[in-house]
Antibody, heavy 122, light 108 residues
Framework: QVQLQESGPGLVKPSQTLSLTCTVSGGSISSDSYYWSWIRQPAGKELEWIGRIYTSGSTKYNPSLMSRVTISLDTSKNQFSLKLSSVTAADTAVYYC??????????????WGQGTLVTVSS | EIVLTQSPGTLSLSPGERAILSCRASQSVISSYLAWYQQKPGQAPRLLIYGASSRATGIPDRFSGSGSGTDFTLTISRLEPEDFAVYYCQQYGGSPFTFGPGTKVDIK
């Protein structure tokens, strides 16, 4: 059974960089063709897709966040990571990592982490 | 960007009743690349339906999805107590992927 678990600071100061890691268990992050993704949800609001990294290492980001986002893969640790720079209060949200299943860039999310709340505040 | 609109915002029903949830896209979703998720308080979303009508692994057959183009529907044939939750649709046919605002199904 595939499991994903987010980890990282729960509090980040404005203008700093938010860094989160997703550890994948129950399967290798590099052996199959999946789209490893980050999604966030501000309190009481809808879900927002942040971006993804493919097994090959190629990335794609939401244009609304593209200038501030970096997603990377660490196959030795079976992890992938999110960095979001120059954060503001608007970036306060529950951040989820998820596995995208599909092909040719079209995929749905079949496994999710439990989510981690990140608050941006001084 | 494809904008998804879900209706109604809240659906108040009793256990055993049928729930019909609607998701409308601002432009056609190619190849019916539309998914439905269930989310309970404090939990991550759970995949129910993908490809507009394919049930995910382990999802009971009381959940069914239909539709194409811009209009999609999630039907819960007979509500069980554990089905009261928020339901989101998501399109993955156009970039960026987008989610709808959700429909809350609560107990009448």
């Amino acid at each position: 059974q595939v499991q994903l678990q987010e980890s990282g600071p729960g509090l980040v100061k404005p203008s700093q960089t938010l860094s989160l890691t997703c550890t994948v268990s129950g399967g290798s992050i590099s052996s199959d063709s999946y789209y490893w993704s980050w999604i966030r949800q501000p309190a009481g609001k809808e879900l927002e897709w942040i971006g993804r990294i493919y097994t090959s290492g190629s990335t794609k980001y939401n244009p609304s966040l593209m200038s501030r986002v970096t997603i990377s893969l660490d196959t030795s640790k079976n992890q992938f990571s999110l960095k979001l720079s120059s954060v503001t209060a608007a970036d306060t949200a529950v951040y989820y990592c998820a596995r995208g299943k599909g092909s040719s860039g079209y995929y749905h999310f079949d496994y999710w982490g439990q989510g981690t709340l990140v608050t941006v505040s001084s | 960007e494809i904008v998804l609109t879900q209706s109604p915002g809240t659906l108040s029903l009793s256990p055993g009743e049928r729930a019909i949830l609607s998701c409308r896209a601002s432009q056609s979703v190619i190849s019916s690349y539309l998914a439905w998720y269930q989310q309970k308080p404090g939990q991550a979303p759970r995949l129910l339906i993908y490809g507009a009508s394919s049930r995910a692994t382990g999802i009971p057959d009381r959940f069914s999805g239909s539709g194409s183009g811009t209009d999609f529907t999630l039907t819960i044939s007979r509500l069980e107590p554990e089905d009261f939750a928020v339901y989101y649709c998501q399109q993955y046919g156009g970039s960026p992927f987008t989610f709808g605002p959700g429909t809350k199904v609560d107990i009448k």
